[in-house]
């Protein structure tokens, strides 16, 4: 099993530029989320799926989007991106929300 | 929605030492608490897990206890050895069936040899 993947591993952007990344899982996890981590800050929930079709925000939801048409992939779309999402991006799956998260490799980004 | 606060932000032990991180909670709802860890340049990975239909939780040298009434959870490290050094989250799960799991903003910690 390969268990999270995650591309890019680093990306640089314009201000006002968009990107998806992209978020693969092989573990039938019904459960995946994303998160951004900053200094200072633990990592901050972006939008969560608990399954095909069902998706939702979380604490920081805002200049990003989602959609989970599989099981497998749960790409996080940047709109137009802002320097205030310079970040590292995870994302993380899991069978349930009673059982612990496996979390990609992580996405650097940059926005300039 | 859930607010997990954690503490210490900065922890410092000699080789050999006790090492413990803190947590509270705010939504009665949750049942379910993780503790990761963080190595420099790595992805955050579990290390120890808790429901709320346990008291204590103990693996080797760590352990998590938790208190439901008081709505906050630690870990314990005993006998901290310098390969513990990294950065240690909590977590806690929303209630019901939300995959929502917040995590507290993270205690770094040193072990001196």
């Known amino acids: 099993n390969a268990g999270v993947t995650q591309t890019p591993k680093f990306q640089v952007l314009k201000t006002g530029q968009s990107m998806t990344l992209q978020c693969a899982q092989d573990m039938n996890h019904e459960y995946m989320s994303w998160y951004r981590q900053d200094p200072g800050m633990g990592l901050r929930l972006i939008h969560y799926?608990?399954?095909?079709?069902?998706?939702d925000q979380g604490e920081v939801p805002n200049g990003y989007n989602v959609s989970r048409s599989t099981t497998e992939d749960f790409p996080l779309r940047l709109l137009s991106a802002a320097p205030s999402q310079t970040s590292v991006y995870f994302c993380?799956?899991?069978?349930?929300?009673?059982?612990?998260?496996?979390f990609g490799s992580g996405t650097r980004l940059t926005v300039v | 929605g859930e607010n997990v606060e954690q503490h210490p932000s900065t922890l410092s032990v000699q080789e050999g030492d006790s090492a413990v991180i803190k947590c509270t909670y705010s939504?009665?709802?949750?049942?379910?608490f993780p503790w990761y860890k963080q190595e420099l340049g790595k992805r955050p990975q579990l290390i120890i897990d808790?429901?709320?239909?346990?008291g204590e939780k103990k693996d080797q040298r760590i352990a998590v206890t938790l208190n439901k009434t008081a709505k906050h959870f630690s870990l314990h490290i005993t006998e901290t050895q310098p390969e513990d050094s990294a950065v240690y989250f909590c977590?806690?799960?929303?209630?019901?069936?939300?995959?929502?799991?917040?995590f507290g903003k993270g205690t770094k910690l040193s072990v001196k040899p």
């Open positions: 993380a799956s899991s069978q349930g929300h009673r059982y612990g998260y496996t």
């Open positions: 939504d009665s709802a949750s049942n379910y």
């Open positions: 808790i429901r709320s239909n346990v």
């Open positions: 977590a806690a799960s929303s209630g019901g069936s939300q995959g929502n799991l917040i």
């Open positions: 799926s608990v399954g095909a079709g069902i998706t």
